[in-house]
């Protein structure tokens, strides 16, 4: 599967952004999706991760109550909205996806990868 992920961009602390990521070539429906971001000189990390029929989601802690995923299989296409972003949001965001199985947040099960999307938050 091929996935595109676009969205990204500069806002000011407590902005919003809405990342979205298209996948095509398999059956998207067949998919868990998960975004990851890795800011400079750190690892990559999990957000926020999503089961095929989207009845089930995942955050990290830091950002839990401010982020939010979603999918629509009917546009193969899973989003982050990122609200009351803070410079620690900072990084290159990636949108990964694997046979639907169990909800991970291992980078390792994903196997599918996008491009990745800057976001860049400034105080």
């Known amino acids: 599967v091929q996935l595109q992920a676009s969205g990204g961009g500069s806002v000011q602390a407590g902005g919003s952004l809405r990342l979205s990521c298209v996948a095509s070539?398999?059956?998207?429906?067949?998919?868990?999706m998960g975004w990851f971001r890795q800011a400079p000189g750190k690892e990559r990390e999990i957000v926020a991760a999503?089961?095929?029929?989207?009845?089930?989601?995942y955050y990290t802690d830091s950002v839990k109550g401010r982020f939010t995923i979603s999918r629509d299989n009917t546009k193969s296409t899973v989003y982050l909205q990122m609200n009351s972003l803070n410079f620690d949001d900072t990084a290159v965001y990636f949108c990964?996806?694997?046979?639907?199985?169990?909800?991970?947040?291992?980078?390792?099960?994903?196997?599918?990868w996008g491009q990745g999307t800057l976001v860049t938050v400034s105080s």
């Open positions: 070539g398999r059956t998207f429906s067949n998919y868990d």
């Open positions: 999503i089961v095929w029929s989207g009845a089930t989601t």
């Open positions: 990964a996806a694997r046979r639907a199985a169990v909800l991970t947040l291992a980078a390792s099960n994903y196997n599918y």
